[in-house]
């Protein structure tokens, strides 16, 4: 149970696998400040899926937390097919791919999953293997047969992924894994679906009616992981429910120096949209092998924290690494102290232009000014509590009341919100009474709190049956706790 001691905005991404499956570790991490699993569709077969999602909802309720569930896409990843042997390539090897059920025949060869790999390639162009280990320079191509000249030393093993820095690639958005996968987690009620290798806005609109057609709503993610993307940014952000700085590949993709900057770019855009972001991939990188992390890693983490992100990511920390319980300690301890040193304030001279946003960052404005011990609202549909924690209050923790347990798995990913679920009156003044105690008994305010309270539950209701007309918030108020 979340404890007052323990409220910390930023949320923790873990993705599970060997290391974290059981019920005892999903346990050990839901009470270190885990917020969200990941399951990786790259690695994740359908019937573990489904044996898992189950034990994260039953454990989750137990607890008496939301923890969400996040399904990451596979994509339209390139990779080699399979080798033989391990090859040791040096510095001036030429190597060969294939494609087309061309047979291999030179020394050092590989065949490939992507037939149109010759069409989009050209001669002097980089080709990176195995998430940078390898680099190799087109040389030459034929109908069937790309030669490469290597640059960098490395071994080469068997399916193994392929960028292609600054090539645009006529992959579809979706493959048929993808669809399938994402049919699983309609299925299975996820609350966030992750698209790998998301190039354009479309590509988020395509999986939004994909889902649809399934008769679900999960809240869409839109993983920026090459320069395409970054082109189109912003009108990825629009169509996406939230984004995230994936790392891994876009640190390939783009050049190595402008990572940091491409980073704080997304973060910045995506908070003047108002939309979630998680920034993922090495966060702790060191502690898949050691106890603790390295200098670097932390300062990785602290500036992700200051910059006000919605959410940090673990991957092979929590999948196959030896501490995954004490990455996320590390994480929370992290994030705990640099939330109190303050943030970057992306928003500090932003322009709303809704008369309800303003409103909303009027009591925000509030709570900073008081120092309120919280923020409580009500909300049927997550918007309002969307929106307020998109504002970035200052001191006050977002605790969100909503009658459906499907909003409150939701609202897992936002940054600064605690979402409950409870059965609401038609008197507000009660549910902000029944708040009041509940919060009392859990430790998470305490007699003499000041809040600032929020409801909208009518006017949301009307917005999500086309009355445009009553946009409007019911209450704001403060009050002092008795």
Not at 11 to 20: D, E, M, R, V, Y
Not at 270 to 288: D, Q, R, Y
């Amino acid at each position: 149970m979340l404890k007052l001691d323990r409220v910390r905005k930023t949320k923790i991404i873990c993705t599970l696998g060997p290391a974290s499956q059981s019920d005892e570790m999903l346990g050990r991490l839901m009470d270190a400040g885990m917020n969200i699993v990941r399951l990786n569709m790259s690695h994740a077969v359908h019937d573990w899926v489904r044996s898992v999602v189950p034990r994260v909802r039953r454990l989750s309720a137990e607890k008496g937390i939301n923890v969400g569930i996040l399904m990451d896409t596979q994509g339209p990843a390139i990779r080699t097919g399979d080798l033989p042997a391990k090859l040791d390539l040096k510095v001036g090897d030429i190597f060969t791919f294939t494609v087309l059920g061309a047979q291999c025949e030179e020394e050092y060869c590989v065949n490939v999953n992507y037939d149109g790999l010759v069409k989009d390639l050209r001669v002097g162009e980089t080709v990176v293997l195995d998430n940078g280990v390898l680099r190799m320079e087109v040389l030459e191509k034929t109908e069937n047969r790309i030669r490469c000249r290597v640059l960098t030393p490395g071994i080469m093993g068997s399916r193994r992924h392929i960028n292609l820095p600054g090539v645009r690639v006529n992959l579809p958005a979706m493959t048929a894994k993808d669809l399938a996968d994402i049919r699983l987690g309609c299925e299975l009620d996820v609350d966030y679906v992750a698209l790998s290798f998301c190039r354009e806005a479309r590509d988020i609109a395509e999986l939004r009616n994909i889902v649809k057609s399934h008769g679900k709503n999960p809240r869409l993610v839109a993983k920026i992981e090459d320069q395409e993307a970054v082109r189109n940014l912003n009108a990825i952000i629009n169509e996406a429910d939230a984004v995230m700085v994936a790392r891994g590949d876009l640190g390939i993709e783009c050049a190595l120096e402008d990572l940091p900057i491409i980073q704080r770019r997304i973060v910045k855009q995506a908070s003047i949209h108002l939309k979630p972001v998680i920034v993922a991939t090495h966060m702790l990188e060191s502690m898949i092998e050691n106890p603790y992390p390295t200098r670097a890693e932390i300062t990785d983490v602290a500036n992700a924290v200051y910059e006000q992100v919605d959410a940090i990511m673990l991957s092979g920390e929590t999948t196959t690494g030896k501490y995954p319980v004490g990455c996320v300690e590390v994480l929370d301890r992290i994030a705990r102290r640099t939330e109190r040193s303050g943030g970057v304030n992306y928003l500090q001279d932003l322009e709303l232009e809704s008369s309800r946003e303003k409103f909303l960052r009027a009591a925000v404005i509030m709570a900073n000014e008081m120092r309120a011990a919280a923020i409580v609202l009500f909300t049927r549909t997550g918007y309002l509590a969307s929106m307020t924690a998109a504002l970035r209050p200052r001191w006050s923790p977002v605790y969100a009341f909503t009658d459906t347990a499907e909003v409150a798995y939701k609202l897992s990913l936002n940054r600064s919100i605690f979402p409950f679920v409870c059965e609401f009156l038609h008197d507000p003044e009660r549910n902000v009474l029944y708040a009041e105690k509940f919060l009392l008994d859990r430790d998470l305010i305490l007699p003499g709190s000041t809040l600032v309270v929020v409801t909208e539950t009518q006017a949301e209701r009307a917005i999500e049956d086309g009355r445009e007309g009553t946009r409007t918030i019911e209450l704001i108020q403060m009050r002092v706790v008795e």
